[in-house]
Structures are given as structure tokens and as C-alpha cells.
């Protein structure tokens, strides 16, 4: 089992940044896929940032790339998420979530959650 914690959420403007990081306990970190999830109001939850064991591998999806940055600390057992240029649209409760599994941009491989963050991004 595996237990996740979301910090770093917050109040940010149009165009600024945040930094959300995710300690993980009880598992053997550097063995699973991390990703960064995100489910704003009324919307489905969406994953917008997946990293690989090793971190040496990373995805993004559309609306975040080249915005966001996943990276991942195996020695210190956590995994963050650099947000950059923010949007209103980026408003969301963010969750960590890991998955024991090679294939990490995938929704399905995910059996772990965090309680969620919330990144609310003003205008």
C-alpha cells in the first residue's frame, strides 16, 4: 500500500507560478509510475503529467505541455509538479497518483491517491 500527500496548492494570478509536490510512504517509491491528475469543477478528472520509474521518461497532455514540468526525487521518496504561465482554466483540485506498473501515461495503471490539492488561479 501506498500513501500519498499532496502539498503546495493555493491562490496564484493569471500568469504566475505554483509548485505542487507529493510525499509518498509505505511502497517502494522509485517501482511505481507517478502522475499528476486534475478535476475542475463539473469536468471529468484528467491526467495532465505522467513520469516513469526512473523519471527519465515524462508525458504531458495538450492543454499543460510546455507549461508544466513533472519531475520526481526517488530518494526522497516524492514527486512534483512545476507549474508555469497559469490559467483560470487550470483551476482544479490536483491529485498525485501512483500505479505499479511501466506504462505510465495510461489512466487505468493508477491504484493510488492522494486527497487532493486545490489550484485556484485567478483573474
Known amino acids: 500500500q501506498v500513501q500519498l500527500v499532496e502539498s503546495g496548492g493555493g491562490l496564484v494570478q493569471v500568469g504566475g507560478s505554483l509548485r505542487l509536490s507529493c510525499a509518498a510512504s509505505g511502497g517502494t517509491f522509485s517501482r511505481y509510475a507517478m502522475g499528476w491528475f486534475r478535476q475542475a469543477p463539473g469536468k471529468e478528472r484528467e491526467l495532465i503529467a505522467a513520469i516513469s520509474w526512473t523519471g527519465a521518461s515524462t508525458d504531458y497532455a495538450g492543454s499543460v505541455k510546455g507549461r508544466f514540468t513533472i519531475s520526481r526525487d526517488n530518494a526522497k521518496n516524492t514527486v512534483y509538479l512545476q507549474m508555469n504561465s497559469l490559467k483560470p482554466e487550470d483551476t482544479a483540485v490536483y491529485y498525485c497518483?501512483?500505479?505499479?506498473?511501466?506504462?505510465?501515461?495510461?489512466?487505468?495503471?493508477?491504484?493510488?491517491w492522494g486527497q487532493g490539492t486545490q489550484v485556484t488561479v485567478s483573474s
Open positions: 497518483a501512483a500505479g505499479r506498473s511501466r506504462s505510465y501515461y495510461t489512466e487505468t495503471v493508477y491504484d493510488y
